[in-house]
């Protein structure tokens, strides 16, 4: 492990991917002083020719870690832009943990849930086999695989179903609830037979710099505890904002998209667990966001 996240002289860390959702809740959780917050502009994963002069740069000014929570996340389009995909969430990884490695810089990289299979009868643990379904799903597992291989002690942090500042299905929902209560949109219809591990960006952040504070290194799995379907993270959230509309459970059938989705794709957390960092019931992460300044609940969620 490099240092010290709290040295207070110097911002230690750089996040990339800023404006994503997992990006501005770290950005949030840091603080202002210690962090370098790095957008598509000031760090662009399909530059790499960029790379070094930026992280030189950061290593020159006393910084310590990188958080890469940036990534191509629009999983439907990896399939049609499968170079792309891959330039963003495989090659980028690989060549930012091979600078930080040659730097003494120690690198966050975050991972999914997609890397597995679709079918399991037990929450899946950081070793169990790979076998990712889409092309989302594989150019992350070579991106982790090529963190790995560069920097054997990075920190590698697999998360899933993540809702925070930003588009997701928990603000998608509520947007379109709101509309079926209004009497103006169609009725909804949400998959009952993906089951996941839903996630708020603010505690997954929380929760991954208490695993650097820690000093652990290696693969993690990490996610607010709980298993829940698509139709109950919706009828939870619908409840939750006092919107009383029927919402149908459906097969992932009804639904064809580009990309399959894994049908159990629930995280083990007890790696984390044991490391002292256990998060908040996806319930509870639910009742958070929808209470924070980001919450759809506060009028962008139409
Ligand atoms: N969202 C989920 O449900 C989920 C589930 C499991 C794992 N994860 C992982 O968690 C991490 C954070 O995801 P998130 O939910 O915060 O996703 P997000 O909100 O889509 O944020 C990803 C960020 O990466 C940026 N980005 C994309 N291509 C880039 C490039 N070439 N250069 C620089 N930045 C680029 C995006 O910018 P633009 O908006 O400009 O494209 C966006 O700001 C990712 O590693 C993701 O794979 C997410």
Redesign the pocket.
């Known amino acids: 492990m490099a240092g010290d996240i709290d040295n207070a002289d110097t911002p230690g860390v750089a996040v990339?991917?800023?404006?994503?959702?997992?990006?501005?809740a770290l950005c949030r959780a840091l603080g202002p002083g210690r962090v370098l917050a790095w957008?598509?502009e000031e760090?662009?994963?399909?530059r790499p020719e960029s790379f070094a002069a930026r992280l030189g740069d950061l290593r020159a000014s006393g910084g310590e870690f990188v958080v890469?929570?940036?990534?191509?996340?629009?999983v439907d389009r990896c399939e049609s832009e499968t170079e792309l995909a891959w330039r963003?969430?495989a090659e980028?990884p690989g060549a930012i943990a091979e600078l930080c490695a040659n730097l003494g810089l120690q690198l966050v990289?975050?991972?999914?849930?997609?890397v597995f299979a679709g079918r399991g009868d037990r929450p899946w643990r950081e070793d169990d086999p790979t076998a990712p379904l889409s092309v989302?799903g594989k150019s992350?597992l070579a991106g982790e695989e090529r963190v790995r291989a560069a920097q054997p002690d990075a920190l590698i942090v697999?998360?899933?179903?993540?809702?925070?500042d930003?588009?997701?299905?928990v603000r998608t929902i509520l947007g379109a609830a709101s509309r079926a209560a209004r009497g103006e949109g169609p009725a909804l219809r949400v998959v009952d037979d993906q089951r996941g591990s839903p996630?708020y960006?603010q505690h997954l952040a929380e929760g991954i710099l208490a695993l650097l504070e820690a000093g652990e290194s290696g693969t993690y799995h990490l996610a607010n505890s709980g298993v829940a379907s698509w139709w109950e993270l919706a009828r939870a959230a619908t409840q939750a904002a006092g919107l009383e509309v029927p919402i149908e459970a459906v097969t992932s059938g009804a639904f064809p998209r580009p990309a399959p989705r894994p049908a159990w794709s629930v995280l083990d957390l007890s790696r984390a667990e044991r490391a002292g960092v256990l998060l908040p019931s996806w319930q509870k992460g639910l009742r958070a966001y929808l209470e924070s300044p980001e919450s759809p609940l506060r009028g962008e969620g139409e």
């Not at 890469?68 to 629009?74: G, K």
């Not at 990289?109 to 997609?114: A, G, M, N, Q, R």
């Not at 930003?166 to 299905?169: E, L």
């Open positions: 990339l991917g800023a404006d994503g959702q997992l990006g501005r957008g598509r760090f662009d994963l399909e890469n929570a940036a990534a191509m996340t629009a963003v969430n980028a990289h975050v991972s999914t849930d997609y989302y992350k697999r998360t899933a179903w993540v809702f925070g930003g588009g997701n299905f996630t960006a």
